[in-house]
């Protein structure tokens, strides 16, 4: 066939691109007959390869299959769904969409590297895996657990709240409490994913992320960040990624600095060295004295050139934070502040985009926090590049709430609609919160629990171990850490398994068996003694079944301490209040650990410097004569008559621990009390709060009063009577953290001088015990953790 001819024409002759090419090389790793797969993210990639590695697993345990087999293909989705019921009760749902993402992913990456599976083949089994397919029924898979909810703004401020003010979670390091609330408040400000800004964004590359100062519509100075939200699927298209900003709230009244995301911010600027034009504090405080006059501009802040490829938000390894440790990181918060079925971060993200959607005014008051939230003037082209959605068919399928929050019945009537949306109170019923929620078992139920086949089994099994020979439930110490807690502050190396080796750590798995028990036994729990109300009284919350909590902790967390009082004020981030939040914040952030003891510093008589607390104190003991240390104000004294008028003020201004057990907590610790001494009228003020500097002093003085019961706890503070030895021992166990292996057999009876008296209630020469008219609460488990010295001063009747 003849070329065309060429068209005659003036201008230059156009480019020859062919002959532009000649002597380039032609890689053959991409120009072959190969077919080209579907393009994919990295993570996608990994999913397929797990999925494969489920395939190779199947076969490897279970002989040769074939995906050309129909029924080794129904085998391996039988086999992975009792895999995914593990642990489960057999009444317990299991939602389906997690087997039919393990099978389209299996199905996805077999194609895309091994070969083809048959078109029947796969829609067989994914007819199997549907909730009324037969393997359905036999999971009991359900097609999903429930409609959406929503985590309103109450949710969030508890939170808040509690992860400054009351969370004992001791985080390896400091920054991570930081990282991991700005992150959850940027999200949830932002109704934004859980990986629009960590694991694949939350970088200043290519200036996705920009700081401004501007001036306010009340002629302020104010801080305003923009993100950009790197939407799934999109992110190679940045013209369409959604920028969303987060600012101070701009004329509204001061809120509580803990719900002001910037102050956050910037002191993760700071401690990164971000801020290029303000470095460290000093540049800190000139950048909070920057102000913007009247008609000025908005001031960009440059970043410094070494953090442009550096994420804002990184994990325990110092690289972005994943997705999956934040998910987990934010589930174990949440469980802590009391929520048996914690929210996920898509709960405050469809809460963020119903309130965008609502047409009509309501409010909420909570945290200082007063909104008159209508939006009219938003519009549905506005809201859909907030969420990045593409047409409003998702916003009404996956976030809206089903109370659309529309007075239907003034619409019926005729009348004029009500100003308030009646929505958002049931909206707030949607997560369930358990002030009172156990966090670890019972010693009651823990005995109950190790008297069952089940346990019994693995814990011979873990006996008959060469490598381990552990503790009998019943003899467990609340000392130690028995919470069911994630712990993914630091990720170790799981053990090496080969074909022909055992593993490395036999035993571990059986101790995840003992746990997953555990955990089983303490859902029943949560059942049983379910309220379910809604967030709002705060002074309702009680730590239950905890080791170590922040009320104990406070004294050896100085910074964290400080933030507690600080972070509850409302004041502006310019206030005194403000910046001092912002360089404790820094400090924190900088720090290695949480934990230290003033008062007992690195050096000590013997000029031998460490760093173990244990051994400054014992030395000082040792060298000054009549030298005693408070542990509650961190101070030493010299004087007896100074140091008795010191535990004078402590008994009578009621800041005594509920909790009595000595604590190693990294290199310090917390020393133990007696129950019975710390409240025996007779003794003197320091007698009665000796310190047990050592696990086994405390313990051989607790066994020396050789009690075995009492018919009222020797705690002043606890109104409770007990019938018998196993109630009384248990409630010390439980709640004042004396373990039971200490006390006698209830049927051993007093030691003497301990004899019951003929009512049974008090002790012979023991003066019956008052109920003081400051306690809040008749029940045990009260710690007095919203109470102030004024609320809880006691009645100093009887005291010395």
Not at 23 to 40: A, L, Q, R, T, Y
Not at 204 to 221: A, K, M, P
Not at 623 to 641: D, G, K, M, S, T
Request: positive net charge.
């Amino acid at each position: 066939m003849d070329r065309p001819k060429k068209m005659s024409g003036r201008g230059p002759a156009p480019k020859n691109y062919m002959t532009l090419q000649e002597g380039v090389e032609i890689p053959s790793s991409i120009v072959n007959d190969k077919p080209v797969n579907k393009n994919v993210e990295n993570i996608t990639e990994k999913n397929y390869e797990r999925q494969l590695r489920n395939w190779d697993d199947f076969v490897e345990a279970f002989g040769p299959r074939s995906v050309d087999s129909l029924e080794d293909l129904k085998e391996y989705v039988l086999r992975l769904g009792l895999a995914m019921r593990a642990g489960l009760r057999p009444e317990q749902k299991l939602a389906a969409k997690g087997i039919k993402s393990y099978w389209k992913k299996f199905t996805a990456g077999y194609n895309r590297e091994r070969g083809t599976i048959p078109k029947d083949h796969v829609l067989s089994v994914t007819r199997l895996i549907e909730p009324r397919g037969a393997l359905g029924k036999l999971l009991n898979l359900v097609a999903d657990t429930g409609p959406r909810r929503h985590a309103t703004a109450e949710v969030l401020t508890w939170a808040g709240e509690f992860s400054w003010t009351l969370d004992w979670k001791i985080f390896a390091q400091p920054r991570l409490r930081i990282d991991h609330w700005t992150v959850l408040q940027a999200a949830a400000f932002t109704a934004a994913r859980v990986s629009d800004y960590i694991e694949s964004s939350a970088r200043y590359q290519s200036n996705d992320t920009t700081l401004i100062v501007f001036r306010n519509e009340s002629g302020e100075t104010e801080f305003g960040l923009q993100l950009t939200k790197w939407l799934k699927g999109r992110r190679h298209e940045p013209s369409t990624l959604p920028t969303p900003d987060i600012h101070e709230r701009g004329n509204l009244e001061a809120q509580l600095l803990y719900m002001n995301p910037i102050l956050f911010l910037l002191s993760i600027f700071c401690s990164a060295g971000a801020l290029r034009d303000y470095m460290g504090l000093d540049g800190l405080t000139r950048l909070l004295d920057l102000e913007v006059g009247p008609g000025e501009p908005a001031v960009h802040i440059r970043w410094h050139i070494n953090v442009l490829h550096s994420p804002i938000f990184s994990g325990p390894s110092e690289r972005i934070m994943t997705a999956n440790l934040f998910s987990s990181v934010l589930r174990s918060l949440f469980m802590r502040a009391g929520f048996p079925d914690p929210p996920g971060l898509h709960c405050f993200r469809a809460e963020g985009l119903t309130n965008i959607v609502c047409d009509m005014p309501w409010t909420f008051a909570g945290a200082g926090l007063t909104s008159v939230d209508a939006n009219p003037t938003y519009s549905d082209i506005q809201r859909q590049t907030t969420a990045g959605h593409v047409t409003n068919s998702i916003q009404a399928r996956y976030y809206s709430s089903r109370n659309p929050g529309i007075d239907s019945q003034a619409a019926f009537m005729r009348t004029q609609a009500r100003l308030m949306n009646i929505g958002e109170h049931f909206r707030n019923l949607e997560i369930s919160w358990e002030p009172e929620l156990w966090h670890s078992l019972p010693i009651k139920r823990r005995e109950k629990l190790a008297m069952t086949e089940e346990y019994q089994d693995i814990e011979a099994k873990i006996r008959g171990s060469p490598t381990s020979k552990p503790k009998r439930l019943m003899d467990i110490s609340p000392t130690e850490p028995t919470e069911l807690e994630v712990k993914a502050d630091i990720k170790t190396s799981p053990p090496v398994e080969t074909k022909d080796s055992p593993l490395a750590h036999p035993i571990r798995k059986l101790s995840r068996d003992l746990e997953n028990l555990e955990r089983r036994e303490l859902s029943e729990l949560w059942e049983e003694t379910s309220k379910s109300t809604v967030v709002g009284n705060k002074r309702a919350f009680v730590c239950r079944g905890v080791n170590r909590p922040f009320t104990r902790l406070r004294s050896i967390m100085p910074l964290r301490g400080q933030l507690a009082d600080l972070l509850m004020i409302k004041a502006r981030l310019r206030s005194p209040e403000g910046r001092a939040s912002l360089e404790a914040l820094v400090k924190l952030y900088q720090s290695k650990s949480e934990v230290d003891r003033p008062g007992l510093g690195t050096t000590c008589h013997c000029r031998r410097l460490t760093s173990d607390h244990l051994h400054v104190y014992q030395c000082t003991k040792k060298h000054v004569a009549r030298a005693e240390f408070c542990f509650f104000c961190n101070q030493w004294l010299y004087e007896p008559e100074a140091w008795e008028q010191h535990c004078h003020k402590h008994l009578t201004q009621d800041h005594i621990p509920m909790e009595l057990s000595w604590e190693r907590v990294e290199t310090t610790f917390l020393p133990g009390y007696c129950p019975f001494c710390l409240w025996d009228a007779r003794l003197g003020c320091s007698k009665r709060l000796q310190s047990f500097y050592t696990l086994p002093d405390w313990e051989t003085h607790i066994r020396g009063h050789g009690v075995s019961w009492q018919a009222r706890c020797p705690d002043l503070r606890c109104a409770e009577t007990f019938p018998d030895g196993d109630s009384f021992q248990n409630h010390l166990h439980d709640l004042h953290h004396v373990p039971k292996r200490l006390f006698k057999p209830a049927e051993t009876g007093f030691k003497t001088g301990f004899k019951r008296g003929v009512d049974d209630v008090t002790h012979q020469g023991v003066p019956a015990k008052k109920t003081k008219i400051g306690d809040a609460s008749v029940e045990a488990h009260f710690v007095f953790q919203y109470c102030s010295v004024e609320e809880t001063k006691p009645d100093n009747s009887g005291l010395e």
